[in-house]
């Protein structure tokens, strides 16, 4: 059991950065395939980037390669989306979630954090 707590949403004009943060519970943190989704108003959920276990490798939705940015700290049991270059399609409710390694499906999953990009 993982439990997960993002932080770091908020309201940022259009070419701005923000950071999101997702706390995990538990001490098997670093078990976990890590991930970011998003789900803006009247759209389903749609993902937006994964890192593996140890940190050394992710993947990333088309619509963000080269701006977003995930990263993870198996000491602090954290993962981060750093968002760079915020275009107001951006605007979602951005949720993280995890999964083991062995199963494709994301059982866990936070509250989710609320991103709102200005023009």
């Known amino acids: 059991q993982v439990q997960l707590v993002e932080s770091g949403g908020g309201l940022v004009q259009a070419g701005g950065s923000l950071r999101l943060s997702c706390a995990a519970s538990?001490?098997?943190?670093?078990?976990?395939?890590m991930a970011w989704f998003r789900q803006a108003p009247g759209k389903d959920r749609e993902f937006v980037a994964s890192?593996?276990?140890?940190?050394?490798?992710?993947s990333y939705a088309d619509s963000v390669k080269g701006r977003f940015t995930i990263s993870r700290d198996n000491a602090k049991n954290t993962v981060y989306l750093q968002m760079n270059s915020l275009k107001r399609e951006d605007t979602a409710v951005y949720y993280c979630?995890?999964?083991?390694?062995?199963?494709?499906?994301?059982?866990?999953w936070g509250q989710g954090t609320q991103v709102t990009v200005s023009s």
């Open positions: 538990g001490r098997t943190f670093s078990r976990y395939v």
């Open positions: 890192i593996n276990r140890s940190g050394g490798s992710a």
């Open positions: 979630a995890a999964r083991q390694e062995v199963i494709s499906v994301y059982d866990y």
